[in-house]
């Protein structure tokens, strides 16, 4: 694949952007052409809304009774449904509990989290594309806080992410 410039998108408040359009359509995509694997790494996360189809654009995708929203569980779990291994770490925090309860009530064989007390990293990645920053996956996060969010498709980082992630990870399991 080709690789395209990064995007870096500061949202916030100030800058009147926010990041819901840009995850919402990596998401889809996902969902509809799941990468072998998906990676979600964030100390906090909340099971923030991450597809709105209150107003139906996104009918014709979900099928005979389309929702009006989708959480960040429901699109993770359908992504692992369409085949690929879905990898979650973040902290042992309450905070986090009601999505990785959701997330873990699916028993599906794909899908895995981690615990971790120290980790910090903040990234969203697939087969060929990455979103890091500053961001955690809480409402704050993507609506309310000053982040500094990268999205990249092609080239090495993606891969050399899932790489660093599977070496951190994948060895303690």
């Not at 902290?91 to 899908?111: A, K």
């Amino acid at each position: 694949m080709k690789e395209l410039t990064p995007r870096t998108l500061r949202t916030g408040p100030r800058t009147g952007l926010r990041i819901d359009s840009a995850l919402s359509a990596v998401l889809m995509a996902e969902m509809l052409n799941p990468s072998r694997e998906v990676w979600l790494v964030s100390p906090w996360i909340t099971d923030v809304t991450v597809v709105d189809n209150s107003h139906g654009a996104y009918d014709a995708f979900f099928g005979d009774v389309p929702p009006s929203s989708w959480r960040l569980s429901d699109t993770l779990l359908r992504i692992a449904r369409g085949g690929a291994r879905v990898s979650v770490i973040t902290r042992p925090d309450p905070h986090n509990e009601v999505f990785l309860r959701r997330i873990e009530s699916s028993r599906l064989t794909g899908v895995k989290v981690w615990r971790d007390p120290d980790v910090h990293e903040k990234t969203l990645c697939g087969q060929e594309w990455i979103l890091t920053g500053s961001m955690n996956f809480t409402v704050r996060g993507l609506a309310k806080n000053d982040e500094a969010v990268t999205y990249k498709v092609g080239g090495p980082d993606a891969g050399q992410a899932r790489l660093d992630l599977a070496q951190r990870w994948r060895s303690d399991s």
